[in-house]
């Protein structure tokens, strides 16, 4: 199984990700640590990711697409792989896309995660006065403000995409966080029987 976690920052896509992974024996994958290990094992991929973060620049979807195209192929994906953080676009999208056909593969299925923006800012500021500024320093309502106007003007149009491609799942990410897991399984499930029919 291949999936995809889509989802506005604070939604709950790292925790409910986690748990997929584990009843499913899956991998999860972030982009942020699949750069960081490609740029450790010294991979061709890795050297030209290097190069580009030493200069302080964003690492292009290319060299990203790279770097999940050689990790997929992996002894511990055989079982199939959540990304975490990629696609933030539908360029990216597209170069996803494009690498998984030309390996005869593709995507099972991609969950959104709904969640209403001031409930998140809610969620963020509620917290933020549990831990009395021990948070974290992207953990306040104004920097979330900001991650939410980009992931509206960048992240979100992925769910059309994704939607005419016939793949998306969505999910009420409002609820608690057992009541998502079940209902993410249960989209899971309906994905199998597609697949099956």
Partial sequence: MKLIFLGPPGAGKGTQAERIQTAHGLVQLSTGDMLRAAVAAGTETGQVAKEIMARGDLVPDDVVVGIIADRTQEADCANGYILDGFPRNVAQAEALDKMLAERSDKLDAVIELKVDDS??????EGRAAETEGGARADDNADALK???????????PL???????GILRTVDGMKDMDAVTVEIEAALELKETDNAG
């Avoid at 409930?119 to 963020?124: E, G, H, S, T």
């Avoid at 900001?146 to 979100?156: D, G, I, M, N, S």
């Avoid at 769910?159 to 491609?165: C, E």
């Fill in 119 to 124: 409930a998140l800012l809610a969620r963020i």
């Fill in 159 to 165: 769910a059309g995409y994704y939607k005419n491609a």
């Fill in 146 to 156: 900001k991650r939410l106007a980009v992931y509206h003007e960048q992240t979100a």
